[in-house]
């Protein structure tokens, strides 16, 4: 492994019965990078491999090429260096290899140091495990949020659906129920005065009790059953639901037409 076991223990992340009863004999192989005079080596082993097992010529290198095969850090290792000789043995005809060549088999390396956001293996967690089950329970919690801003969202529209009058100006709770609102210019002072008293009269007797969402969902029917003259069909079309459903929640709420 290319992993600090006995740092992965004082994380908890390895567990330290297993280490002692799998580790006999430690041998530490620095990586291929810190092993520049062996790169070469490797690499003229395995083209000579190729050339064999297929009958072909062996690939050669450039001294451009060759320097910058030995200044690669092959993160890889040597599965990686055996992989890229392996496929420039096979596909190029030309056998003396160019940089350029060399090049399109390598992949470009940054050397800007990676940044990696810790913020996830701040915790004590035991396990990987723990983090994947962070992780999907987060998710969870970010549905259930969205399903319910979605509800409301639709609640918000079925209320604003509600009722006789167009909507306009509702007074906050602050103002005084006798404020006067203004109403259609078109209209003459008596229509107006008549209005504002309507709107007086309807701030007046509403009741600051908060109901449940099923006696909402009930108003909302009845209201609904009411602008429809009974029709079950138009009310229905007008709650955005089927007759048959209509049907059953007037049973369900006890309903009289």
Request: glycine letters at 2%; hydrophobic letters at 35%; charged letters at 30%.
């Amino acid at each position: 492994t290319n992993v600090n076991l006995l740092d992965a223990i004082n994380k908890g992340r390895f567990r330290e019965d297993l280490y002692y009863r799998l580790c006999q004999v430690s041998i530490f192989v620095p990586p291929l990078r810190e092993r520049k005079d062996d790169i070469y080596l490797l690499f003229r082993r395995f083209a000579v491999e190729q050339a064999e097992r297929y009958k072909m010529p062996m690939i050669s290198l450039t001294n451009e090429a060759r320097t910058y095969l030995l200044n690669y850090r092959w993160k890889g290792n040597i599965r990686q260096l055996k992989n890229v000789t392996e496929q420039i043995s096979i596909i190029e005809k030309e056998k003396l290899i160019t940089l350029d060549t060399l090049k399109k088999y390598i992949p470009v390396v940054s050397t800007l140091p990676m940044v990696v956001d810790n913020s996830l293996f701040e915790g004590n967690f035991s396990s990987q495990k723990d983090i994947l089950f962070t992780i999907i329970n987060s998710k969870q919690q970010i549905l259930l949020l969205k399903k319910e801003i979605e509800d409301l969202k639709e609640f918000v529209k079925q209320m604003l659906n509600d009722g006789h009058h167009e909507p306009r100006m509702i007074p906050s709770i602050n103002q005084p129920s006798n404020l006067i609102y203004p109403n259609q210019p078109n209209q003459d002072t008596d229509q107006e005065e008549e209005d504002d008293e309507i709107i007086d009269n309807e701030y007046s007797e509403v009741d600051d009790t908060p109901m449940s969402l099923v006696d909402m969902e009930k108003k909302m029917i009845i209201s609904a059953l009411q602008r429809a003259k009974g029709k079950r069909a138009t009310a229905a079309k007008e709650l955005g639901i089927s007759e048959r459903t209509l049907y059953r929640k007037i049973n369900d709420f006890d309903i009289e037409l």
